[in-house]
């Protein structure tokens, strides 16, 4: 939340090209905004589980409808691939569906009968949320808090990152005319030094941010100095783990998968591989031959594997990182360099032998590059794993039951996923543990964040 400026733009990451600025909204014009997502809340409130299920149906339509054009701002902003794009929206299509389904079903009240009297717990809308949502899924990162916040009979305004704000503005024009009350969602294209204001703000009720470590950092300490609920979807460095009875080969097509997949930008991806020694070799081998054979291009070309970073600051972020874990003693088994070619593209890069101190240790890469360690059995893997302030997801790869529990029970993390790589699901909670952020999105427990849960007790 530091008041450096960011220029609101989209800029092309597969050219550099600038496409459109932005002016941030002025204060006057930020008070109107929250007065009116302060108005529509009274009312809004008041709607039936089903008006507000139409309306969010209706937006689910209109995304599916829209798939090809709203994908194609997403690329054209972000660089993320094509059919990826179209996949991310079609996901927000089932997060509609899931909470217009079942909002009802998660916030019904719970009667609870005790010896002297009839007891009830109801779980009511609390007001206008800030969501301070990031670029690399920038419509499922806001539907996945807006689909339960808006069924929970919330109202939503939008913080969205600095250089997505036609993918913000396309996703506030579909709730609009998905038939939802004017207020009810709103972005603001509002620069960074301007949040602070927004969350002390009385109206604004909580906070929801995805984000950086130090930006969740931030966002919290101002929300609790308001005495405000937050939610933190932070940083990750999630380990894939392999030991010996795993099926290999599918396991290093998936590694592959989640580390390159929205080229590396992902809390979730695969970035710390820990490898059982007997099938270390093997398993480097063919990962390092599938990571230098991928076809790296415009995401706009159906052939094309692995796109452009988002930004020109998050790839000289990525490159300083691989080049000081280089000279502190890691070993480069391939890539390691910018692409030489207009636009923000990194070569796939594989690392070895990481020295504990640096960055690829200790800090998340968020871009193509992948690291490697040896451990002996699974209780080292286990060890390796948790050696890291992360815990979002965890990702473990055997057909021995025993060790199956054994991830299950004793990696840190808010996700364990047994031979698949860690995605999010409408109906499956999702969060970290440790500094990976607190609260959780997703599944019930997401649509019971931003609600106040109300004990009634009748004699």
């Not at 507000?52 to 599916?64: K, P, Q, S, V």
């Not at 899931?98 to 109801?122: D, G, K, M, P, S």
């Not at 795993?246 to 989640?258: I, R, W, Y």
Request: hydrophobic content about 45%; aromatic content about 8%; overall charge negative.
């Amino acid at each position: 939340m530091s008041d450096s400026v960011v220029p609101i733009a989209s800029i092309n990451p597969t050219t550099g090209e600038t496409l459109k600025e932005f002016a941030a909204i002025d204060s006057g014009q930020i008070e109107g905004k929250l007065a009116k997502a302060d108005h529509a809340f009274r009312s809004y409130r008041n709607n039936s589980f089903a008006q507000r299920a139409n309306w969010l149906t209706a937006a689910g339509n209109l995304l599916e409808q829209e798939k090809n054009q709203l994908a194609r701002i997403m690329t054209l902003e972000m660089g993320k691939l094509l059919r990826v794009a179209e996949e991310e929206i079609t996901k927000c299509v089932r997060g509609c569906q899931f909470y217009a389904e079942n909002a009802e079903r998660f916030l019904t009240q719970q009667e609870i009968q005790t010896e002297t009297a009839r007891n009830y717990v109801r779980y009511e809308p609390i007001g206008p949320v800030l969501a301070i949502m990031p670029w690399n899924f920038p419509f499922w990162q806001v539907f996945r808090f807006a689909a339960p916040a808006l069924m929970a009979g919330n109202v939503a305004l939008l913080k969205h990152a600095a250089n997505v704000p036609q993918c913000a503005l396309a996703i506030e024009d579909i709730f609009r005319r998905a038939g939802f009350e004017e207020g009810v969602f709103q972005t603001l294209l509002i620069e960074t030094g301007q949040i602070r204001n927004l969350i002390d703000d009385p109206r604004v009720k909580a906070v929801t941010l995805t984000g950086s470590e130090r930006a969740g950092s931030e966002v919290a300490s101002a929300a609790a100095r308001q005495i405000k609920k937050s939610v933190l979807e932070l940083g990750g460095s999630d380990p894939f783990i392999v030991m010996p009875s795993a099926d290999l080969e599918s396991a290093v097509k998936t590694g592959v998968t989640a580390r390159t997949l929205n080229t590396g930008q992902s809390c979730i991806a695969a970035k710390r591989f820990v490898l059982a020694e007997p099938v270390y070799d093997r398993f480097v081998s063919d990962f390092v031959a599938k990571m230098e054979s991928l076809k790296i291009g415009d995401p706009l070309d159906p052939a094309t594997e692995l796109g452009p970073l988002a930004t020109e600051a998050i790839l000289r972020g990525v490159d300083e990182q691989v080049q000081k874990t280089i000279a502190a003693g890691a070993t480069l088994l391939t890539g390691g360099k910018r692409i030489g070619r207009a636009g923000f593209f990194y070569e796939p890069t594989v690392l070895a032998n990481i020295p504990t101190e640096s960055p690829a240790h200790r800090e998340e890469i968020f871009g193509p590059v992948a690291c490697f360690f040896r451990a002996k059995d699974a209780a080292h893997a286990v060890e390796i794993a948790n050696d890291s302030s992360f815990g979002l997801g965890a990702s473990a790869w055997t057909n021995d039951s025993a060790e199956k529990d054994l991830f299950a029970r004793e990696l840190d993390a808010g996700m364990v996923f047994i031979n698949s790589m860690v995605v999010s699901d409408p109906r499956l909670p999702f969060g970290g543990a440790k500094r990976s952020g607190f609260g959780r999105e997703l599944g019930a427990e997401g649509i019971r964040e931003f609600v106040n849960i109300k004990t009634v007790s009748m004699a």
